[in-house]
Structure formats: C-alpha cells, structure tokens
C-alpha cells in the first residue's frame, strides 16, 4: 500500500508541475462595441441657376451727322503786321448721314485771363470771322480746309517774364451744318465747336507746348504746333 500511495503522490506532484510550466494562454481581448450606423444626410439641392444678366440696352443708331474737329498748324509767325497762324482744319464725318452746307467760323486771341470772354462772344456771334463753307461731307468723309489768322499789334497782349515777353495764342471754330430733307426746308442742325492752344513744339515733345517769343523781334518759329483745349460745342 505504501508503494502504491508514493507513485500516486509522485505521480500527481508532476502534473502539477507540468501545469505550473505550460505557458497561460492570452486571455481574448475585449470587443470594442461597433460605432452605429451613420445615418444618411439629406441630400444637398443644387444651386439654383443665377437669374440671367438684363440684356445691355442697345441705342438706336443715330441717323444724323456727326463732325469731328483737329487743327493742324503748318506755319507761324512774327512781323509788324500781328502773329499770323496757318492752319489745317481737319473735319471728320462720324455719323451716318451727310453734313450739308457747313459753314466754319473762327477766331484767334489771347490764352489766360481774357480768353474765357473771348470764347463765350465767339459761341454768341458777336466774335469771330467766316471762314470755309461746305456744301456736303459725307458719312465717313474727312475734309482738310487750308487758311489763317491773324492777332493783329493792338489784340496781343504779352505775358512779360524777366526779360522775355512771350505770347500763347488761342485759336477757336465753330462748325454749323444742316442734314435731311431738300433745300428750303426747315432742316435739323448741329454744331462743332473746339479752341486750340497755340505754340511751338518742344524738344522732346510734351504735352504742353512753349509760348511763342516776342521779345527777339520779327521771326518766323520752326516748331509751330497746336493742341485742343476744349470742346465748345457738341458735335
């Protein structure tokens, strides 16, 4: 009995240890719990389409004349007879019906302080000389007119500057002209009407031009050049 009750206790004793050597076995990890289902969001409408932009409104074309002016000035000069311009008066149809019987006024004068006067009675008729007249300048047509003015001794008023005594002249036109119709009828009309700054060309140009020296006697000046001033009048 004594035999057999040490094999068992041998026996149990290295089963024990066998248990206490084997490796314990992970112990499962937990499950994380699933996220809910996302519910599903509505789906975005799409913009609306932007009211279309109101149409740009169209004006109607203008069945009438209109006249553009330039001066172009080919020759200016001192002597004891006044300063005498020579000019190129540029006129230019932009419309789409001709220009009849144009007839062009002008006058010359002093730029600065008195010009505003010499302008307002130069728009009135109560300055000014005829010059060109016109009987027709068609739609696109430009016209070219050749003459001069002339600032006589007792309308020119210098401007001294040290030992300078020096002049800006001013010239204006005023272009009158009628369209449609026939001959005797009371016809629409229109009016150009633009003053040019008179001078010499500087060197290297500029916008602005120098004032024509009096104090060096009779002369006639290389560089004469012209640049609008204002517009008058509508064309």
């Known amino acids: 009995l004594l035999a057999i009750l040490g094999a068992i206790l041998l026996q149990h ?21 699933a996220p809910p289902p996302a519910r599903p969001r509505p789906a975005t409408p799409p913009p609306a389409p932007a009211p279309p932009a109101p149409a740009e409104p169209v004006s109607p074309p203008s069945d009438r004349p209109w006249i553009a002016m330039d001066l172009v000035v080919s020759q200016a000069r001192y002597s004891l007879m006044g300063v005498t311009v020579a000019y190129v008066l540029i006129l230019h ?5 001709a220009a009849q019987d144009l007839l062009v006024r002008g006058v010359i004068g002093n730029a600065g302080a008195q010009q505003q006067a010499l302008l307002q009675d130069f728009l009135a ?14 739609p696109g047509e430009t016209r070219q007119l050749t003459g001069e003015l ?9 401007v001294a500057m040290g030992q300078r005594s020096l002049l800006i002249p001013l010239a204006a036109f005023d272009a009158a ?10 016809l ?6 633009r003053a040019f700054i008179v001078g010499q060309e500087q060197e290297p140009p500029t916008d602005r ?18 640049r609008a001033a204002a517009e008058l009048a509508p064309a």
């Not at 024990?16 to 994380?32: G, H, I, K, M, N």
């Not at 149809?93 to 019906?97: A, D, E, F, I």
């Not at 002209?177 to 009371?186: K, N, P, S």
């Open 188 to 193: 629409p009309s229109g009016r150009t009407a």
């Open 150 to 158: 002339r600032l006589t001794p007792d309308r020119i008023v210098p």
């Open 13 to 33: 004793r290295r089963r024990s240890s066998d248990a206490a050597r084997a490796p314990l076995a992970p112990a499962p990890e937990p499950v994380a719990d």
């Open 125 to 138: 008729g109560q300055e000014g000389t005829p010059l060109h007249s016109v009987v027709t300048i068609a």
């Open 93 to 97: 149809n932009r419309g789409t019906v």
């Open 209 to 226: 031009l120098a004032p024509l020296r009096l104090d060096q006697g009779p002369r006639q000046y290389r560089r004469p050049a012209a």
């Open 177 to 186: 002209y009628r369209w449609g119709g026939v001959e005797g009828d009371d």
